[in-house]
């Protein structure tokens, strides 16, 4: 989206200001950021090097969460910052869901992580842009899932009662499917690359 050239700009210019006068601004999905969005982050990153040798600036890694952010932004057609940090925090929130349902902790290098976060940033997109999922049929799959793996679905339904307690979002069975199978993966293979 050509808009980026106008806002990181604008962006850019506002930190190096802001880094003058010693301000910095904390960016609170930094750590998110940097882990569901990796190539948009690490693009983020140079364009911090590129900073600092052009103008012996050095900001911060948190700036490089705000950059991603603008990046992540013009890849998507018609949406907003507001609505890129909204799918970052869904999904911040729905793996502290999963971390507290399941007392358990993830590795993030593991294939099955990386596979969830990347379902979950699916769905957040779908939740927020107000695209659900086509199809709704797959009920009798559902409930062998739903028998086999209950800790996962129960887990499921926490998700699903958060998301549409604060987003007034209906979690679809299909997509209940979907993130039962992955929460299933995550909390059996965690860590089995």
Known sequence: NDIIYVSLSDHIHAAIERAKEGIYLPNTMNWEIAHYYENEYALALKAL????????????DDEASFIALHIINSEKENSSLEETTKVARIIREILKIVR?????DFSNDSVHFYRFVTHIKFFAHRL?????????????????????YQDSYHCVEAISKMIYQKYNYRVLQEEK????????????????N
């Open 100 to 104: 507290n349902h399941l007392q358990k």
């Open 49 to 60: 090097e590129m900073i600092r040798r052009k103008t012996g600036i050095e900001l911060k």
């Open 177 to 192: 499917l979907y993130l039962t199978i992955h929460v299933h993966r995550l909390t059996y293979n965690n860590g089995n």
């Open 128 to 148: 927020v842009y107000d695209k659900p999922h086509n199809s709704d049929n797959n009920s009798e799959l559902l409930e062998i899932i739903k028998n086999k």
